[in-house]
Nanobody, 125 residues
């Protein structure tokens, strides 16, 4: 069993930055790929970013490319999501998740088996 705990969310103004963290406990989350998803009220959960098990490969949704950066520190069992130039449309609950596969990466939430409880990000205009 793997437990994931997100932190770092908050209320910020447009243009500000936040850094989200996701720390794993229980069975190690390495070397599995990890992802970040978000869900706004009344909308479906959407892919944000993912990172390969070793951290050398990353992939982003078009809506956040160039503004968000995903990274990981396997020694600390932590995955990060740096959010820059935040926009009101980035407002959502952000979730980290562990891939059910040990290789590659995926943008589909169906390919992730462990999820955190989420952290709220609210961006005011």
């Amino acid at each position: 069993q793997v437990q994931l705990v997100e932190s770092g969310g908050g209320l910020v103004q447009a243009g500000a930055s936040l850094r989200l963290s996701c720390t794993a406990s229980g069975r190690t989350f390495s070397p599995y790929p990890m992802g970040w998803f978000r869900q706004a009220p009344g909308k479906e959960r959407e892919f944000v970013a993912c990172i390969t098990s070793g951290g050398t490969g990353t992939y982003y949704a078009d809506s956040v490319k160039g503004r968000f950066t995903i990274s990981r520190d396997n020694a600390k069992r932590t995955v990060y999501l740096q959010l820059n130039s935040l926009k009101p449309e980035d407002t959502a609950v952000y979730y980290c998740a562990r891939s059910r596969y040990s290789q590659g990466y995926s943008t589909s939430y169906r390919d992730y088996d462990y999820w955190g409880q989420g952290t709220q990000v609210t961006v005011s205009s």
